[in-house]
């Protein structure tokens, strides 16, 4: 049995068997494009105005490219149409917790997202580095295999925050300001993760990131993370994890329930723009 990814923490379950090699091979297609342009990983990094963490996974097939990414690297190595093409063909990487992939399934199509985390920072928002550092800090160590499934499994679902989606889909994050200040995997690793959220926030004006601050006497959330979806259909579901185990959520007035304290944690988090202020005074004191 091999363990499986979840939203956020290690999660472990039955992992449906089988690498992806779609992304593998975009990735060093990509890399030989940018390499016969001349480009170092910065210089490209630049051009298409992504980090240049996001662009080695990518590269390295870990990450699957959103339809912004596919386009500026186009215009970036000469209009070939090879990254145009190949694009749609992209499999996501095997990799996910057997309670979690019905949820997958669910916010692949979700017009609206709602995320409350206080152990770690969402999946959907994590880099490879914090990912695999999340990865390793849980018993049992996965072996090799099991930890790049793992990690390339939480960075391919991230296509979700793409603004290109039709329609693209409503995301509201809120995570606790100890989550942010725990320096998970280390300071070079919590520098690259501010980089990533700074630059995710300004970019995507999709995505709303909350910050519920380290002082806070009134607190909706204290039975612990919660995650709410709404189908096209506008039909809302909700997921609830812990530890070894996963749960769907259906039942109207459960979620009912949960919308009510997710609305209470939107008004007792500090506004948007004050997270984000935030953010960069951490990043800043790094």
């Known amino acids: 049995?091999?363990?499986?990814?979840?939203?956020?923490?290690?999660?472990?379950?039955?992992?449906?068997?089988?690498?992806?090699?779609?992304?593998?091979?975009?990735?060093?297609?990509?890399?030989?494009?940018?390499?016969?342009?001349?480009?170092?990983?910065?210089?490209?990094?630049?051009?298409?105005?992504?980090?240049?963490?996001?662009?080695?996974?990518?590269?390295?097939?870990?990450?699957?490219p959103d339809r912004d990414f596919v386009e500026r690297a186009e215009a970036a190595l000469g209009n070939t149409g090879a990254l145009r093409r190949a694009a749609p063909t992209l499999t996501r990487q095997a990799g996910l917790a057997s309670w979690f992939r019905q949820w997958a399934r669910l916010e692949a199509t979700a017009i609206s997202l709602y995320t409350y985390e206080c152990r770690v920072v969402p999946g959907l928002l994590q880099t490879e580095a914090y990912a695999r550092a999340v990865s390793l800090d849980v018993p049992p160590l996965p072996d090799p295999e099991e930890l790049e499934q793992r990690i390339a499994a939480r960075l391919a679902r991230q296509e979700l925050l793409a603004v290109t989606r039709k329609p693209p889909t409503a995301f509201s994050f809120i995570a606790e300001?100890?989550?942010?200040?725990?320096?998970?995997?280390?300071?070079?690793?919590?520098?690259?993760?501010?980089?990533?959220?700074?630059?995710?926030?300004?970019?995507?004006?999709?995505?709303?990131?909350?910050?519920?601050?380290?002082?806070?006497?009134?607190?909706?959330?204290?039975?612990?993370?919660?995650?709410?979806?709404?189908?096209?259909?506008?039909?809302?579901?909700?997921?609830?994890?812990?530890?070894?185990?996963?749960?769907l959520i259906s039942d109207p007035k459960e979620i009912s329930l949960l919308q009510q304290r997710y609305a209470k944690l939107r008004s007792q988090a500090m506004t948007p723009e004050d997270s984000l202020g935030l953010l960069k005074r951490l990043r800043g004191a790094l």
Request: net charge negative; no cysteine.
């Open 1 to 64: 049995m091999a363990d499986g990814s979840t939203d956020s923490g290690t999660g472990a379950g039955s992992a449906e068997p089988g690498v992806s090699d779609s992304l593998r091979t975009f990735g060093a297609v990509l890399q030989a494009l940018r390499e016969h342009a001349g480009l170092s990983r910065e210089e490209f990094a630049a051009l298409v105005r992504f980090s240049k963490h996001t662009v080695a996974s990518v590269e390295q097939g870990r990450r699957m």
């Open 177 to 247: 300001q100890a989550v942010l200040e725990r320096w998970t995997g280390g300071e070079e690793v919590t520098r690259e993760l501010f980089d990533h959220l700074l630059e995710l926030i300004e970019r995507n004006w999709n995505v709303e990131f909350q910050v519920m601050p380290l002082r806070r006497p009134s607190h909706a959330g204290l039975d612990g993370p919660v995650r709410l979806a709404e189908t096209p259909d506008n039909q809302w579901f909700a997921y609830s994890e812990g530890q070894q185990n996963g749960r």
